[in-house]
């Protein structure tokens, strides 16, 4: 009895020790050394600069990050004359190597997220019902879904990733017959108005006034 016990306790001090060497195998939370290279846009936490049109990174997902920083390299992202905030960020891609691209990407996914609008309208923008299938019709940090999380960034920036994809500018990766996911959903049908309407309420959460009365006149139909 005494000895079982005593292999039982030698088998459990033998099994947390081989969870210990599978926690040293994960890579380092620590900040990449490269980092400093970003901080003078996104911050030192992350978080961006709507001043300087520099979205909030940390907290986005890994995969996102990772693929975003392997576009903005070889120009797949901020190759178009018109796409000129992209542009910059291309340039400051380019000294980054594979490495420091995942490295940064996992760093940057295990920092603390900015802030999800409260859910305070009932209704939604008209037509934001595509939207909603991969991004959540309301409010959300979650989701399994294997998409960028975009509620509560500014409502400049996701505007202008909006348009970019309508108009050919963003991540069009015609060249390899896979389009953008995003550059199929967004048409010519998508007007400005209703661009900014989803930027708007994915930023805040609220409908603009305008973009209410459009919703209530569509219940009604
Ligand atoms: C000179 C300012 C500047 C610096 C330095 C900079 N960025 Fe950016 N970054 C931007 C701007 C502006 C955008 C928005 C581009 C757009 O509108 O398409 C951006 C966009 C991004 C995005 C895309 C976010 C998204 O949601 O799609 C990622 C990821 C990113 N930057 C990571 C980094 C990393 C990592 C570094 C450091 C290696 C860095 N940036 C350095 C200005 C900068
Ligand atoms: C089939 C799933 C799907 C649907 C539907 C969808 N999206 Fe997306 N969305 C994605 C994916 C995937 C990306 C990343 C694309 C890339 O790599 O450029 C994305 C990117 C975005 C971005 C850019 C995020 C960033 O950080 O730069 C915005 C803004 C956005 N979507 C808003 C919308 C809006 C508004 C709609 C409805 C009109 C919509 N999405 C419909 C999957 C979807």
Redesign the pocket.
Known sequence: MCRNYKQLLLLGVVFLSSLAVADQELPPLTEPA??I??????GPDGL?SEA??????AG?RAA??EA??LA?RSGE??GHNA?I??R??A???KP?SDS??SS??FF?SQQPRWAVPAVKADQTPTGFAVCGSCHGEKPSAAGDLDV?Q?WG?PSE?LF??LI?YRDGI?GHRASEGSPNVMSQIMNSSMTDKMLSEFADYLASGVLSSAAATAATNEKQK
């Open positions: 490269v980092y290279s970003c901080i003078s846009c996104h961006g300087i049109h520099a979205p909030p990174i986005q996102y990050l975003q920083l903005f992202r901020g796409d905030w992209a910059q960020m340039l400051m891609s980054l420091d691209i940064l990407a940057l960028p975009v960034m920036y202008r990733q970019a963003r």
